[in-house]
């Protein structure tokens, strides 16, 4: 796979329905022990509330959500079903219930929580992660300047450069794309220069 989903950054959301007010923390996680750590910090910030729901769903598949006192189905897995809808994994998402003293019923509840979940989600955005390549070139003084002009062109990023008797240039590629670059580095070097995939790894952008 070279891409998957995951929140943009942590975010926070609020809105009150019949007098309950309902705050969203959102985080992004790698694993479930950063998950129940970070459940806990919200749980000590807003130890004055009467309900803490939360879910998470990792990308090695795994899911959790508690209801934390609401009737049974009606917090935790419709908030589990917003991420699973978005495809969105490595996410944390816990709704914290301040009781207003009006009782919302089993649809209402639901759809508080369906929600809380959505705006955090809204309010963080979605990165889309993807695979890049790690590539070196080793590239006379002459073509650099060419060299980087390429790599741009080939929807590459210069990471770091070394000079030497030669440059040697670290770039980063999307992993599909470092076959173009192959080719095209070697038309510009009349098969003088070639690149070695040393690394890969995942980096997230905005989603658009």
């Not at 309900?51 to 934390?68: A, I, K």
């Not at 699973?84 to 919302?104: A, D, H, P, S």
């Not at 030669?166 to 599909?176: H, I, N, R, S, Y």
């Not at 080719?183 to 989603?207: D, H, I, K, M, R």
Request: negative net charge.
């Amino acid at each position: 796979m070279d891409e998957y989903l995951t929140p943009l950054e942590t975010a926070t959301s609020e809105f009150t329905e019949k007098r309950s007010t309902f705050r969203s923390d959102i985080f992004l996680v790698e694993t479930e022990a950063e998950a129940k750590a970070r459940l806990e910090e919200v749980r000590k910030k807003h130890h004055d509330a009467r309900h803490h729901c939360w879910c998470y769903r990792l990308r090695n598949g795994l899911e959790r959500y508690s209801d934390d006192g609401e009737p049974q189905g009606t917090a935790g897995q419709p908030m589990l079903n917003v991420f699973q809808r978005e495809n969105v994994t490595n996410v944390l998402c816990v709704v914290t219930r301040y009781f207003g003293g009006i009782l919302l019923g089993a649809g209402g509840l639901t759809r508080a929580y369906a929600r809380g979940a959505k705006d955090a989600l809204d309010a963080a955005g979605i990165a889309v992660n993807r695979l890049w390549s790690k590539v070196e070139i080793l590239c006379p003084y002459p073509l650099f300047e060419r060299l980087k002009l390429l790599i741009a062109s080939k929807g590459g990023q210069v990471s770091d450069t070394a000079y030497t008797a030669d440059v040697l240039v670290t770039a980063m590629f999307p992993a599909g794309e470092v076959e173009n670059f192959r080719l095209a580095l070697q038309e510009l070097s009349n098969g003088s220069v070639g690149c070695e995939v040393t690394g890969q790894a995942f980096f997230p952008s905005p989603s658009v």
